[in-house]
């Protein structure tokens, strides 16, 4: 049987990157996903992902979403459970960068990116929790949660200052949750990404940050969307047993170095 078989998960962010690689390998393990973002443009470029995820025999809905806006995020929440009976996975995968150091950081582009990487993953784990609550345990689990993370959740980000105080934050969060929410069978953890190359262009891919990961990766190669997914499918499934809080590194042993 496939590994969530049955199952309803919602990606944030799932148009592009790391959210459209989990959500297609979602939906290849029996999930019904439901992409929640603001576009179903992919950056990297590629047609929309549920049209991907269809053609690969999975199913797949996409509801427009900002997640910085709590009335989104409770009609997102209350539409899955109303269609599709109840939340099994969310993957709070939604984020901003700024690309700034401190005092190139304005207001704006810190509430922009707070707004987004942080305030969206609180809103979006309320609104499924307050959902999971009222779920049957199926398995071990009434629900869960997988939050992405990052390397500079725990590290600093050069040069990027919300972005690196925003995963912070969901590093705390995650085991906030899990430790407040585990008594009622909701299960919370995160994935802590390195370098990942996603297609995007920009600042990501700029040869001094290629070669500061390169330098900083002790594997021989940098990230790939489908590495995180995996990471992300493990703690959606039923195989994670007695594992709730934990941040897991998918990032070649950048923290290790």
């Not at 179903?40 to 900002?66: K, L, M, N, Q, Y």
């Not at 690309?99 to 990487?117: C, H, I, N, P, Q």
């Not at 899990?178 to 909701?186: P, T, V």
Request: hydrophobic residues 45%; aromatic residues 6%.
């Amino acid at each position: 049987m496939r590994r969530l078989e049955g199952k309803t998960a919602i990606v944030t962010g799932g148009s592009s990157g790391i959210g459209r690689a989990i959500a297609r390998l979602f939906a290849a393990e029996g999930a019904v996903v439901v992409i929640a973002d603001v576009t179903e443009e992919a950056i990297e470029g590629g047609p929309p992902v549920c049209e991907v995820i269809e053609s690969e025999g999975g199913r797949a809905v996409f509801h427009r979403t900002d997640v910085s806006r709590a009335d989104e995020v409770e009609h997102l929440v209350a539409t899955t459970a109303a269609r599709f009976g109840r939340i099994d996975v969310l993957v709070n995968n939604a984020v901003l960068r700024a690309g700034k150091a401190l005092l190139e950081t304005s207001e704006e582009d810190w509430d922009r990116v707070m707004a987004v990487s942080l305030k969206g993953a609180y809103l979006c784990a309320r609104a499924a929790v307050r959902r999971m609550l009222v779920q049957p345990i199926t398995g071990e689990a009434r629900g869960r949660i997988v939050n992405i993370a990052s390397q500079h959740g725990m590290v600093s980000a050069p040069e990027d200052f919300a972005y690196g105080v925003s995963k912070a934050g969901i590093v705390y969060m995650t085991r906030q949750i899990a430790a407040d929410y585990a008594k009622e069978h909701i299960v919370c953890n995160a994935v802590a990404p390195g370098k990942i190359l996603t297609g995007k262009a920009g600042r990501a891919v700029e040869p001094r940050w290629i070669e500061y990961s390169h330098q900083r990766t002790p594997m021989p190669r940098l990230g790939r969307p489908d590495d995180v997914a995996r990471a992300a499918l493990f703690l959606a499934s039923d195989e994670a047993t007695f594992i709730t809080g934990h941040n897991l590194m998918v990032d070649g042993g950048w923290m290790a170095a």
